[in-house]
């Protein structure tokens, strides 16, 4: 069993079906997906913060199980942990959303695996996950890449690592109480990078791997995963974009992929699909 984590609201849709698509369309295997989604309704924070909904869930499932029909797709309320843990704490109007926390919950959450990929939902794998997933983390707590620009700003700082995709041993990090460390940061201390700083200031030992798992600038033959986080671009002025890989005609126009045009334009598809019947 391969085992996926993602966590946000309703508005996470759009990523997680272009993200699980290609997950599935790129691995060959015949070895079953387990997609977890945790998820809450925070409304009184911010009127946008709903749960992802059980008609999301259901079809992202249905789409999992076309091409397998043990994957799974499991919505996973943690509404509850959040309020006791994090409500009212310093990172809870954080640079992103209260749900990039919610991946600090992984050891609270009964029945969770001892190995898990957690992954952003603003990605796509060019090519097979097991090259990510069979990475060996026995002796670690994760394996995870270098922030691109991170690298070259933060480079004193030996453990910055890009959050958007981690390989977690939740049962070294249960041994060395990373996550609760990570969440003490979160409730007492207001941080830069939110959970990405607890994260890396709790770690005892981690995997550095190579930036080809979470490439967050360019796309190489060798890219694992393409990263479409915010980035800087030189022309026509210095600028930052975020353009994320479900706005299918940005990724053609200015990045000019077209490497990933089965997996969005299947996407488009089922996104009709589900509209329509909804």
């Not at 911010?46 to 249905?62: G, V």
């Not at 979160?186 to 995997?207: H, V």
């Amino acid at each position: 069993m391969i085992n996926i984590l993602f966590c946000g609201n309703d508005k996470v849709f759009d990523g997680a079906l272009t993200t699980m698509l290609s997950i599935l369309k790129r691995t060959e295997t015949t070895e079953p997906f387990r997609f977890f989604i945790y998820t809450m309704d925070v409304s009184h924070i911010n009127p946008a913060y709903k749960s992802i909904t059980d008609s999301q869930t259901q079809f992202l499932s249905s789409v999992a199980k076309k091409y397998n029909p043990e994957n799974s797709v499991e919505k996973i309320d943690v509404g509850e942990i959040y309020m006791k843990e994090f409500s009212g704490c310093p990172n809870e109007q954080c640079y992103c959303s209260p749900y990039t926390l919610l991946r600090l919950f992984a050891d609270l959450v009964p029945g969770m695996p001892d190995k898990i990929l957690y992954l952003d939902i603003d990605l796509l794998f060019n090519t097979d996950i097991r090259k990510l997933w069979d990475i060996d983390v026995t002796d670690y707590e994760y394996a995870a890449a270098p922030d691109h620009y991170g690298k070259l700003i933060l480079f004193f700082i030996r453990k910055f690592i890009n959050a958007g995709v981690i390989l977690f041993n939740l049962k070294k990090c249960r041994e060395t109480g990373l996550l609760k460390k990570s969440r003490d940061l979160i409730k007492t201390k207001k941080l830069t990078f939110a959970d990405e700083s607890a994260i890396i200031k709790s770690t005892t030992r981690q995997l550095k791997i190579s930036q080809r798992f979470n490439d967050q600038k360019f796309l190489y033959k060798k890219t694992v995963v393409r990263h479409f986080s915010k980035r800087l671009f030189w022309t026509p002025f210095p600028h930052t974009e975020n353009i994320k890989q479900w706005r299918v005609t940005k990724v053609h126009k200015v990045f000019g992929y077209e490497c990933f045009d089965d997996i969005l334009y299947e996407y488009i598809y089922l996104k009709r699909v589900f509209e329509s019947s909804h």
